[in-house]
C-alpha cells in the first residue's frame, strides 16, 4: 500500500490520482490512434475528452457522497473534493460522462455510436488501471480471506497507540468492528479484489477489442457489449468486496449488484434496438486523410 508516492515539501503525488491520469492519456491517445478507422475525426476525440472526463468524475462523486454519505462532512470541505485519495463510484461516471459526450457529439456532428465503438474496449483498460490506484491507496479492499495464500494485509500508520488510529481503510474497518486491535499494525489478511479487477478488467478490454476486429454487424455494437459484460463481471466481483456496502432484498445483493442488473438491462436494450435497426446503424467508413469536424 503506497498511498503517496513522492512527498516533498508542498508537492504530493498520490498513487491513486497519478492512476486515473495515466488511465486518461492512455485511453486518449489509443483512441485518437483509432477514431479514423471509424469516421470519428481525430480532433473530435481531443475535445470531447477533457469535458466527458470532468462529467465522468463529478458523476462518480456526486454518487459516492450519497452512496457514502457518512464519510463527508462540513468540519472537512476539502474532503468533499479530495478525489485524489479515492472516493468515485464508476457507476457514477457513466450517465455523466456519456450524456456530455452524446451532447458534443450532437454539436459536432458525431454519432455516439460511432464514437463509442472507438472508446469502448479502452474503457475497461482505464478502469484496470484505476483499480491499481485501489490497491496502492488500499480502498475497494476484500473480504476477510484468512485461508487463502494470496491474501493481503493492509496497515495501521505506527504511532502511540493511546492516540486515534490512522491507516488504511481495512484496517480501520476490522478496527471499528472488534477484529483487530488498536495496538496491531495490520488488518486481517482479506481478498486481494481489486488486482481480481484489475486482471478481469484486461481481460474484458481484450476481449472487446477482438470483437470490435472480427465482428461489427452494426454501428455501436460495443455499447451492448460493454454494459452488459461489465454487469456481469462486476455481479461476480461483489461476492469478494468487503467494504461497507449497503444491501438489498433481505441481504442477497449490494448496490453494486443491483447497478449490475441495470448495466445488463441496458447492454440487452440497447443491441435489441440497434440490430433492429442495423440498416440505420450501418459501420461508417474509415475517414480519408485531412478530414475534420465542422
Known amino acids: 500500500m503506497h498511498p503517496v508516492l513522492i512527498d516533498i515539501g508542498p508537492f504530493t503525488l498520490h498513487s491513486y490520482g497519478l492512476m486515473i491520469a495515466l488511465a486518461f492519456i492512455t485511453a486518449l491517445l489509443l483512441c485518437q490512434r483509432d477514431a479514423p478507422r471509424f469516421g470519428v475525426p481525430v480532433e473530435f476525440i481531443s475535445g470531447v475528452a477533457f469535458g466527458g472526463l470532468l462529467a465522468g468524475i463529478l458523476g462518480s462523486r456526486i454518487l459516492h457522497i450519497v452512496m457514502f454519505p457518512q464519510q463527508y462532512g462540513w468540519d472537512d470541505p476539502i474532503g468533499w473534493i479530495a478525489i485524489w485519495q479515492g472516493g468515485l463510484v464508476f457507476q457514477g461516471a457513466m450517465p455523466a460522462a456519456a450524456l456530455f459526450c452524446y451532447l458534443y457529439g450532437r454539436a459536432k456532428g458525431v454519432a455516439f455510436t460511432a464514437f463509442f465503438d472507438v472508446l469502448g474496449p479502452y474503457m475497461p483498460l482505464g478502469h484496470a488501471m484505476g483499480r491499481l490506484g485501489c490497491f496502492l491507496n488500499g480502498c475497494c479492499y476484500g473480504k476477510i480471506a484468512p485461508e487463502l495464500p494470496w491474501a493481503v494485509s493492509f496497515p495501521r500508520i505506527p504511532g502511540d497507540p493511546s492516540e486515534t488510529p490512522t491507516g488504511s481503510l481495512p484496517y480501520l474497518d476490522h478496527l471499528q468492528r472488534g477484529l483487530v486491535a488498536i495496538t496491531d499494525l495490520w488488518s ?24 470490435r476486429r472480427y465482428w461489427r454487424p452494426f454501428q455501436g455494437i460495443m455499447i451492448p457489449l460493454y454494459f452488459m459484460g461489465y454487469g456481469v463481471g462486476r455481479f461476480v466481483l461483489e461476492f469478494f468486496r468487503g467494504d461497507a456496502a449497503v444491501t438489498h432484498f433481505g441481504g442477497l445483493l449490494t448496490n453494486q449488484q443491483v447497478f449490475s442488473f441495470v448495466f445488463v438491462a441496458v447492454g440487452v436494450g440497447s443491441f435489441i434496438y440497434l440490430h433492429r435497426n442495423r440498416e440505420r446503424f450501418r459501420p461508417a467508413e474509415p475517414l480519408a486523410s485531412g478530414d475534420t469536424v465542422e
Open 188 to 211: 486481517l489478511p482479506v481478498h486481494p479484489s481489486q488486482l481480481y479487477s484489475l486482471g478481469l478488467l484486461l481481460l474484458f478490454s481484450a476481449g472487446l477489442l477482438l470483437c
